[in-house]
């Protein structure tokens, strides 16, 4: 599972190559080759007017009650049988621009951690948000 991704590009980079024009952009954003759960990575999503907005949000879920990190993957299947906790994440949705993801191996105690990125090492370009005001 992918626990840590790679934002290391100025904003702006991130803007021209996914052809975004927000009407407004975080203040103190630090590119990083290292973002993990419970930090804020910037997102690109839309609000119910259809503007685009640039923001930084919390990575993960932690309650709390939770003792462990954020949690910050989830099982589709899961996401599907209609939780209430899941169900705004069907109908809201965001994009993460990331250079590349880190992916592990191995046992516990033992794990190698695998860079993961596009060839060209560019974030694509060919991303489509769907409208929030309809059903999906």
Known sequence: MCGRIKQAEELDYYEIKIQWRPSRTPQGYRPSHN????????????????S?????????YKPPWYIRGPASNARLD??????PFWKPLLARRVIV????WYEWTGDKGDKQPWYISP???APSSKYQLPDVSAPI
């Open 35 to 50: 973002v993990p759960p419970g930090t804020r990575p910037i997102v690109l999503h839309r609000l119910g007017d259809g």
């Open 97 to 100: 621009p990331a250079d590349g």
């Open 52 to 60: 685009e907005q640039v923001d930084q949000l919390f990575w993960g």
């Open 119 to 121: 060839k060209d090492g």
């Open 78 to 83: 899961t996401v599907l049988k209609g939780s």
